[in-house]
């Protein structure tokens, strides 16, 4: 049976000290009242499920612009990029997918293309399916130069309980589509700002499979 089609995932390797804290907290919990040891049990489970890694297959059509985070649709609307990446100070679509503390949290690259900046900027850490979270709130944002040499950027913004963005490449870094670089810890959100003239081909409370649900098309005729 493949690796997919299993319900134990594979787990992310920033987990494995999360999911070590958990279990050692259990065993102690245990020694103190076995009915406590049980519930540190669910919790050590949902740890290792939390981090899980499942493997994903991106659409290899030219042009797809896929989600990079599993989670739900929560806006769709213009904005402005994050000053930080340097990109033109003018509106583009921007689709918002929220991340609850039970989906996946790998982050995976929506196109293939180089990364020509990875900008941190602290913030608050509002409840990350508002608006205003994109703003105010922790973020890590990647511009990424597609083959056509248009842009494309994709933002990873803290949430309530979220505490932690880690970001795996850096400034140069050439990424395939569905290509792993980040992940947020625990619960969160990812924009993605659509070049100028694509549209979405998604809907507002479509749930999404990163690296697997396609956003957009950048051959698609308008």
Known sequence: MRMRDTFIKPMHPEGIKFV?????TTF??????????????VLTIWCYYFFRDPVRVSPQKEGLIISPADGIVSLIEKAVPPAELGMPDAPLTRVSVFMSVFNCHVNRSPIAGKVTAVAYRPGKFLNASLDKASKDNERNSLRIEMADGRDLAVVQIAG????RIVCFVDPGA???????FGLIRF????DVYLPDGVDPMVQLGQTMIAGETVLADLTAQG
């Open 20 to 24: 070590a804290i958990f279990a050692a």
């Open 28 to 41: 102690v919990l245990s020694l103190l009242w076995e009915p406590l040891g049980w519930v540190g049990v």
């Open 160 to 163: 309530l309980v979220a505490r």
């Open 174 to 180: 050439v990424l395939r589509t569905g290509e792993r």
């Open 187 to 190: 619960g969160s959100r990812l």
